[in-house]
Protein backbone atom coordinates (compact mmCIF):
# COMPACT_ATOMS: atom_id res chain seq x y z
CA UNK A 1 0.00 0.00 0.00
CA UNK A 2 2.86 2.39 0.93
CA UNK A 3 4.23 1.59 -2.35
CA UNK A 4 1.12 2.90 -4.13
CA UNK A 5 0.86 5.71 -2.15
CA UNK A 6 4.35 6.65 -3.39
CA UNK A 7 3.09 6.89 -6.59
CA UNK A 8 0.38 9.01 -5.65
CA UNK A 9 0.82 13.03 -6.99
CA UNK A 10 -1.18 16.38 -6.89
CA UNK A 11 0.14 19.47 -8.23
CA UNK A 12 -0.55 23.27 -9.05
CA UNK A 13 1.30 25.77 -11.78
CA UNK A 14 2.31 29.30 -11.10
CA UNK A 15 1.11 31.76 -13.56
CA UNK A 16 4.25 33.29 -15.32
CA UNK A 17 4.67 36.76 -15.19
CA UNK A 18 4.70 39.08 -18.43
CA UNK A 19 8.26 41.26 -18.87
CA UNK A 20 8.69 43.79 -21.30
CA UNK A 21 9.77 41.24 -23.51
CA UNK A 22 6.97 39.33 -23.25
CA UNK A 23 6.55 35.90 -22.24
CA UNK A 24 9.45 34.54 -21.08
CA UNK A 25 10.67 31.66 -18.55
CA UNK A 26 8.12 30.94 -15.97
CA UNK A 27 10.13 29.27 -13.06
CA UNK A 28 8.64 26.48 -10.35
CA UNK A 29 9.20 24.54 -7.60
CA UNK A 30 8.27 20.87 -7.77
CA UNK A 31 8.40 19.42 -4.46
CA UNK A 32 8.68 16.14 -3.87
CA UNK A 33 7.53 15.29 -0.62
CA UNK A 34 9.37 12.05 1.22
CA UNK A 35 7.88 10.10 -1.38
CA UNK A 36 4.94 8.81 0.49
CA UNK A 37 2.13 11.75 -0.13
CA UNK A 38 2.22 14.12 -3.21
CA UNK A 39 4.19 15.95 -5.23
CA UNK A 40 3.81 20.13 -4.88
CA UNK A 41 4.37 22.73 -7.69
CA UNK A 42 4.52 26.12 -5.60
CA UNK A 43 3.06 28.87 -6.87
CA UNK A 44 -0.40 30.64 -6.80
CA UNK A 45 -3.44 31.21 -9.33
CA UNK A 46 -3.96 34.45 -8.72
CA UNK A 47 -2.52 38.13 -8.65
CA UNK A 48 -2.11 40.09 -5.85
CA UNK A 49 -4.55 43.11 -5.95
CA UNK A 50 -4.61 46.61 -5.42
CA UNK A 51 -7.17 45.76 -2.50
CA UNK A 52 -6.51 42.06 -1.69
CA UNK A 53 -9.10 39.88 0.18
CA UNK A 54 -8.12 36.33 1.23
CA UNK A 55 -8.72 33.63 -1.07
CA UNK A 56 -11.91 31.51 -0.03
CA UNK A 57 -11.12 27.80 -0.39
CA UNK A 58 -12.41 26.21 -4.11
CA UNK A 59 -12.87 22.94 -5.20
CA UNK A 60 -12.61 21.61 -8.97
CA UNK A 61 -15.61 20.13 -10.71
CA UNK A 62 -14.84 16.96 -10.19
CA UNK A 63 -13.96 16.50 -6.81
CA UNK A 64 -15.68 13.23 -5.18
CA UNK A 65 -16.94 13.14 -1.26
CA UNK A 66 -14.51 11.53 0.84
CA UNK A 67 -15.18 10.26 4.80
CA UNK A 68 -14.58 10.93 7.34
CA UNK A 69 -13.21 13.98 5.89
CA UNK A 70 -13.39 15.82 2.64
CA UNK A 71 -10.70 17.89 0.68
CA UNK A 72 -12.94 21.34 1.51
CA UNK A 73 -13.26 20.79 5.17
CA UNK A 74 -9.46 20.26 5.20
CA UNK A 75 -9.43 23.43 3.39
CA UNK A 76 -11.79 25.07 5.76
CA UNK A 77 -9.22 24.10 8.54
CA UNK A 78 -6.10 25.07 6.70
CA UNK A 79 -7.72 28.40 5.52
CA UNK A 80 -8.10 30.33 8.59
CA UNK A 81 -6.93 33.83 9.39
CA UNK A 82 -4.07 33.84 11.49
CA UNK A 83 -2.48 31.26 9.13
CA UNK A 84 -0.30 34.45 8.03
CA UNK A 85 0.53 34.78 11.59
CA UNK A 86 1.33 31.15 12.08
CA UNK A 87 3.53 31.05 9.27
CA UNK A 88 5.79 34.26 10.60
CA UNK A 89 4.32 36.42 7.65
CA UNK A 90 1.48 38.64 9.52
CA UNK A 91 1.15 41.14 6.54
CA UNK A 92 0.27 38.19 4.05
CA UNK A 93 -2.57 37.04 3.08
CA UNK A 94 -3.77 33.86 1.32
CA UNK A 95 -3.48 34.29 -2.45
CA UNK A 96 -5.09 31.14 -3.49
CA UNK A 97 -6.91 28.59 -1.63
CA UNK A 98 -8.68 24.90 -3.11
CA UNK A 99 -9.87 21.65 -1.55
CA UNK A 100 -9.90 18.34 -3.76
CA UNK A 101 -10.15 14.84 -4.01
CA UNK A 102 -7.85 12.59 -5.43
CA UNK A 103 -8.97 9.54 -6.81
CA UNK A 104 -6.84 6.31 -7.00
CA UNK A 105 -6.95 2.45 -8.49
CA UNK A 106 -5.50 -0.58 -7.41
CA UNK A 107 -4.66 -3.22 -8.88
CA UNK A 108 -7.21 -5.54 -7.95
CA UNK A 109 -9.75 -2.25 -8.82
CA UNK A 110 -10.46 -0.92 -5.58
CA UNK A 111 -10.63 2.59 -5.60
CA UNK A 112 -9.48 4.97 -2.68
CA UNK A 113 -10.22 8.84 -2.52
CA UNK A 114 -7.28 10.86 -1.42
CA UNK A 115 -8.53 14.49 0.40
CA UNK A 116 -6.35 17.33 0.14
CA UNK A 117 -6.15 21.09 0.87
CA UNK A 118 -3.63 23.89 -0.23
CA UNK A 119 -3.13 27.27 0.42
CA UNK A 120 -0.97 29.76 -1.18
CA UNK A 121 0.70 33.11 0.04
CA UNK A 122 3.06 35.54 -1.31
CA UNK A 123 6.12 33.60 1.04
CA UNK A 124 5.12 30.10 2.09
CA UNK A 125 2.76 27.77 0.63
CA UNK A 126 1.07 25.01 2.99
CA UNK A 127 -0.45 21.61 2.24
CA UNK A 128 -2.85 19.32 4.31
CA UNK A 129 -3.43 16.05 3.51
CA UNK A 130 -5.42 12.70 5.06
CA UNK A 131 -4.39 9.24 4.00
CA UNK A 132 -6.14 5.73 5.70
CA UNK A 133 -2.98 3.39 4.91
CA UNK A 134 -2.85 1.26 7.70
CA UNK A 135 1.03 1.59 7.79
CA UNK A 136 2.18 2.73 11.34
CA UNK A 137 3.81 6.86 11.54
CA UNK A 138 6.86 5.17 13.15
CA UNK A 139 7.37 2.48 10.36
CA UNK A 140 7.02 4.96 7.80
CA UNK A 141 9.75 6.60 9.77
CA UNK A 142 12.38 4.76 8.03
CA UNK A 143 11.48 5.25 4.45
CA UNK A 144 12.11 9.23 5.24
CA UNK A 145 16.07 8.90 5.71
CA UNK A 146 18.60 9.30 8.22
CA UNK A 147 17.80 13.05 9.08
CA UNK A 148 13.86 12.42 10.04
CA UNK A 149 13.06 13.50 13.18
CA UNK A 150 10.22 12.05 15.98
CA UNK A 151 7.78 14.98 17.12
CA UNK A 152 4.60 14.28 18.48
CA UNK A 153 1.49 16.71 17.69
CA UNK A 154 -0.97 17.20 20.21
CA UNK A 155 -0.64 13.23 21.60
CA UNK A 156 -0.03 11.89 18.29
CA UNK A 157 3.34 10.36 17.04
CA UNK A 158 4.76 12.49 14.00
CA UNK A 159 7.70 12.50 12.08
CA UNK A 160 9.58 15.47 10.51
CA UNK A 161 10.98 15.68 7.73
CA UNK A 162 12.41 17.36 4.41
CA UNK A 163 13.06 16.26 0.70
CA UNK A 164 14.65 18.46 -2.52
CA UNK A 165 12.57 20.59 -4.72
CA UNK A 166 13.05 20.19 -8.61
CA UNK A 167 12.58 23.52 -9.88
CA UNK A 168 10.73 23.26 -13.75
CA UNK A 169 11.80 26.04 -16.49
CA UNK A 170 9.25 26.16 -18.67
CA UNK A 171 10.70 27.89 -22.12
CA UNK A 172 7.29 29.11 -23.11
CA UNK A 173 8.50 30.44 -26.66
CA UNK A 174 10.80 27.08 -27.59
CA UNK A 175 8.15 24.62 -25.94
CA UNK A 176 10.68 23.09 -23.28
CA UNK A 177 10.78 22.24 -20.16
CA UNK A 178 13.97 22.18 -18.34
CA UNK A 179 14.86 20.68 -14.66
CA UNK A 180 17.32 21.55 -12.13
CA UNK A 181 17.55 21.62 -8.24
CA UNK A 182 15.11 23.53 -6.44
CA UNK A 183 14.75 24.30 -2.37
CA UNK A 184 13.41 22.61 0.39
CA UNK A 185 9.89 21.11 1.69
CA UNK A 186 9.75 20.43 5.53
CA UNK A 187 6.88 17.82 6.13
CA UNK A 188 5.07 16.61 9.18
CA UNK A 189 3.16 13.05 8.80
CA UNK A 190 1.66 12.59 12.28
CA UNK A 191 -0.67 10.15 13.20
CA UNK A 192 -4.42 9.59 12.97
CA UNK A 193 -4.99 8.57 16.68
CA UNK A 194 -2.90 8.08 19.39
CA UNK A 195 -1.43 4.72 19.71
CA UNK A 196 -0.57 4.63 15.62
CA UNK A 197 -2.71 2.47 14.88
CA UNK A 198 -2.33 3.32 10.90
CA UNK A 199 -3.49 6.18 8.83
CA UNK A 200 -1.92 9.65 8.80
CA UNK A 201 -2.32 13.25 8.07
CA UNK A 202 0.78 15.63 6.77
CA UNK A 203 1.27 19.14 6.55
CA UNK A 204 3.88 20.42 4.17
CA UNK A 205 5.13 23.83 4.23
CA UNK A 206 7.52 25.19 1.40
CA UNK A 207 8.63 28.49 0.51
CA UNK A 208 8.09 30.76 -2.83
CA UNK A 209 11.67 31.96 -2.70
CA UNK A 210 13.54 28.60 -1.95
CA UNK A 211 14.64 29.45 0.95
CA UNK A 212 14.33 26.74 3.50
CA UNK A 213 10.98 26.48 5.57
CA UNK A 214 11.33 27.62 9.13
CA UNK A 215 10.66 24.47 11.04
CA UNK A 216 8.80 26.64 14.15
CA UNK A 217 6.28 28.04 11.67
CA UNK A 218 5.47 23.86 10.24
CA UNK A 219 4.68 23.14 14.07
CA UNK A 220 2.95 25.79 15.05
CA UNK A 221 0.47 25.38 11.61
CA UNK A 222 0.44 21.55 12.60
CA UNK A 223 0.00 21.92 16.59
CA UNK A 224 -3.22 24.73 15.37
CA UNK A 225 -4.80 23.56 12.33
CA UNK A 226 -5.00 19.38 13.28
CA UNK A 227 -7.34 20.11 15.98
CA UNK A 228 -9.88 21.78 14.02
CA UNK A 229 -9.97 18.91 11.30
CA UNK A 230 -12.98 16.97 11.93
CA UNK A 231 -12.21 13.35 12.41
CA UNK A 232 -9.00 13.81 14.70
CA UNK A 233 -8.91 12.63 17.61
CA UNK A 234 -7.87 13.77 21.33
CA UNK A 235 -5.16 12.45 23.25
Avoid at 131 to 147: C, K, Q, Y
Wanted: proline fraction near 6%.
Amino acid sequence: MADQQIADAAESVKQPEKGPSGWGQAVAALVVVGGLAALLLSGTFQQKSSDPEPAECHTSDDARPSKPVSGVQLCTALNRADLPTLLGTPTEYAMNASGNESMGTWADGTKTVTPEAEVQLSTYSVKLSTSDDDIPVAEMAGFLGSSAQNRTIGGHPAVLYSDRTIALNFNLGGGKIDTGPGGIARSLLVAKDTKDGGGFYEVSIWRQDDVVPDDLALLRVADTVLPTVPDWTVG
